[in-house]
């Protein structure tokens, strides 16, 4: 994909699992080809940015020789699984690295699944201690607490297909297969289930899917940010969870962890939505140790680190639609933002535009680049209506100022 820094070009990982020799393998391609620059998105995914046309052939190359890339422009394009970051390690109703492959095969394979949009995503949960909840997906496999499987559709949060766990992706297919056919009805007019949802009504899918939903009360709590960073523990896997600000690593950060995950831990890092990588580790000890060498590199180890309070797009001049820059403030704006979180964690969101990228949800305070300044919304995402409009830097800073001191103006 162009960007405004080069081409940026996706590490296609299919499930959570990365080994050490790919994230070491991913620093040196990023570094030979690329700006230095590697993104760990909202997918779960690694992307290099900076490529040129000199050096793509060259990075794609390198790409395939470490088993990262999708084996053609169809697969890369349909080829969207978030899985359970501790899958297969521990306990979970199913193992959602083999239902990746297994998935990535089937949308590959099949020649209507290879009609989705380019961003449909599938997300499947083992209903183990890393919760998916707060990622949207159109289509949620998701372990729930009496061992059944719950198939749900963007949109449609208090309905569900239960099933074994054996039969979920099955359904999971039924759904996307259904959704292609009735967006081929619809003249393409929809690229995700939530608009499909939003304009034909909760039935249309599963009816066309032959599908029958019924009322969910089973929900799944979004995974706190404590069980993420740090040394970790959940029942027999040891983990590190390390992160970079706004999921920006420096090909010398990721070859770093990857040298950790070598030396320390079992050679095997976990990839998550939530801009931290996982170096799982043989034991608590272990785990404790690689904490300290991230800090040596001014890594976030800790759920309290004030960076995570602030979530940003990489705006201008990154990004071509970008109004202002968005990442130039932040390390002035977090102490504050951390003073306004949400339950998420969260309290600052700046979108280069309207688009927000970023964050689709509400947040505390979203600051919205405009012609001058931002203009800013509380309690809303980057589409919402602003309290304030064109506000200076020294301005913004006035008005979170007020909130961090609890009086909201
Ligand atoms: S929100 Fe707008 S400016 Fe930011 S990355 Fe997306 S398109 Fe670019």
């Known amino acids: 994909m162009p960007s405004g820094d080069g081409l940026l070009i996706r590490a296609k990982a299919v499930g959570s699992c990365m ?10 391609i990023a570094k030979a080809c690329g700006n230095g620059l590697i993104d760990l998105s909202q997918r779960a995914q690694l992307q290099l940015r900076g490529i040129s046309e000199a050096t793509i052939a060259e990075a794609l190359r390198r790409l395939d020789a470490i088993g990262m890339l999708a084996p053609n422009a169809d697969a890369e394009r349909v080829t969207n699984i978030i899985a359970s970051p501790l899958a297969g390690l521990a306990p979970g109703a199913f193992d959602a690295n083999q239902m990746a492959a297994v998935l990535a095969g089937e949308l590959q394979r099949d020649a209507t699944l290879r009609a989705l949009p380019p961003k449909f995503l599938f997300m499947l949960d083992d209903g183990g201690a890393l919760s998916l909840a707060d990622v949207e997906a159109d289509i949620r496999i998701e ?27 099955d359904v999971g297919l039924r759904f996307a297969r259904a959704f292609v056919e009735l967006r081929a009805q619809h003249a393409y007019a929809f690229k995700r289930v939530r608009t ?19 009322v969910s009360k089973e929900s799944r709590t979004i995974a706190p940010r404590a069980r993420i960073f740090g040394p970790q ?44 990588l996982l170096i799982v580790t043989p034991d608590n000890e272990a785990a404790r140790r690689v904490i300290s060498r991230a800090q040596d590199h001014d890594l976030i180890t800790s759920s309290n680190d004030q960076r995570l309070a602030v979530i940003a ?12 820059e968005t990442r130039a403030h932040v390390m002035e704006l977090a ?42 919304i509380e309690n809303g995402g980057a589409d919402g209506a602003p309290r304030f409009r064109s506000l200076t830097f020294e301005a913004v800073m006035r008005e979170l100022s007020a909130r961090a001191a609890g009086r909201p103006q």
Not at 313 to 324: D, M, R, S, T
Request: glycine fraction near 12%; charge should be negative; charged fraction near 20%.
């Open 19 to 28: 080994s050490a020799a790919q994230a070491q393998g991913i620093a040196k």
């Open 143 to 169: 372990a729930i607490a009496n061992g059944e499987v719950a198939i749900r559709i963007a949109g449609v949060p208090d309905r569900a297909v239960f099933v074994a766990a054996d039969e979920a992706l």
């Open 196 to 214: 499909l949802v939003e304009a034909l009504g909760a039935e249309a899918l599963p009816d066309a899917a032959g599908l029958t939903m019924r």
């Open 233 to 276: 523990r959940c029942g027999a896997v040891a983990y590190a969870g390390v992160g970079a600000p706004f999921g920006r690593w420096r090909a010398d950060e990721l070859a770093a962890v990857a040298e950790f995950a070598q030396d320390e831990g079992t050679g095997e890092l976990r990839l998550t939505p939530w801009r931290a």
């Open 313 to 324: 797009c990489p705006g201008a001049p990154e990004c071509p639609q970008a109004l202002a």
């Open 335 to 376: 102490p504050l933002a951390q003073k306004i979180v949400g339950a998420d964690g969260v309290g600052l969101h700046l979108s280069g535009c309207a688009k927000g990228c970023a964050r689709q949800s509400a947040s505390p305070i979203t600051l919205l680049a405009c012609a001058e300044g931002f203009d800013l």
